[in-house]
């Protein structure tokens, strides 16, 4: 269980965890026995949180054998019981791995790989994992941190002419992506005096993704030592005060380790 395996590695960052599942009192202890959990695991068998949070799966109908069971995800609060953030997966096969959460609010865990770094005419950029080996269904990030050379403007969304930084991963049946996290943008006066939406200062773009659950998949994670690589570009296209350049890509590549769920 993953969170059982960072546990540790959370608390030191400050963050505490506590699980809710709408099974009862007496299956959680066995469960928490059996899997040695240290955290607080509670018990929602009416469906009093679930409800209140809005966050239960109605695809199942009162009576049915799992009603009861939310949306799978994650709520981030403070010490007052408020809602910092939150994440959230349509599907209960989908979980955000506890390295990607606490990235996005701030807590970097020190068990994310070292960046790999590549230098071009226009910028530099360190490119890392949030999580070295995952299961299927583990949506975890690809980071970019990128920072334009001096008196460079990186195209940022919002200008279709022009070729927008972005992370294009080879397509793959096993690999879903979602939507980029993109930071705002200002307005540079390009050559020709045309205003274009850009990045001048250091600018991190995340990229989520995940392993799809398929028999492939599982199959391929139940063999000790299985791999699963990624590989793309990064597409980006920069202005100075007097030119643009041409459409530019860095390749880029990371094999993680692939381990059964549960």
Request: a neutral charge.
């Amino acid at each position: 269980m993953e969170l059982q395996a960072r546990y540790g590695e959370l608390r030191n960052l400050g963050l505490g965890i506590a699980s809710v599942t709408y099974d009862a009192p007496a299956l959680i202890k066995r469960f928490t026995d059996e899997r040695k959990i240290e955290f607080p695991v509670l018990s929602d068998q009416d469906h009093t949180i679930v409800l209140r949070y809005g966050i239960l799966n109605r695809q199942y109908e009162p009576g049915h054998q799992n009603y009861g069971i939310p949306h799978p995800g994650t709520f981030i609060l403070d010490r007052e019981g408020r809602v910092l953030a939150r994440y959230f997966e349509e599907e209960y096969q989908y979980r955000n791995t506890a390295a990607s959460i606490a990235l996005k609010i701030g807590r970097p865990m020190s068990s994310m790989g070292t960046p790999s770094r590549h230098a071009t005419p226009h910028l530099d950029l360190a490119a890392f994992l949030t999580d070295q080996t995952v299961a299927p269904g583990h949506r975890f990030s690809i980071v970019l941190d990128i920072t334009p050379k001096p008196g460079m403007h990186v195209i940022a969304p919002g200008q279709p002419r022009y070729r927008v930084i972005a992370l294009k991963l080879e397509s793959s049946a096993n690999l879903r992506t979602y939507p980029m996290s993109y930071p705002q943008s200002t307005e540079f006066l390009a050559p020709q005096n045309e205003r274009l939406p850009a990045y001048a200062e250091p600018l991190r773009l995340i990229q989520d993704v995940a392993i799809v659950v398929n028999n492939e998949t599982r199959q391929l994670a139940q063999k000790p030592g299985s791999t699963v690589t990624l590989k793309g570009v990064l597409e980006y296209q920069a202005c100075s005060q007097t030119t643009c350049s041409a459409p530019e890509q860095v390749p880029l590549s990371w094999t993680l380790g692939l381990k059964p769920l549960g």
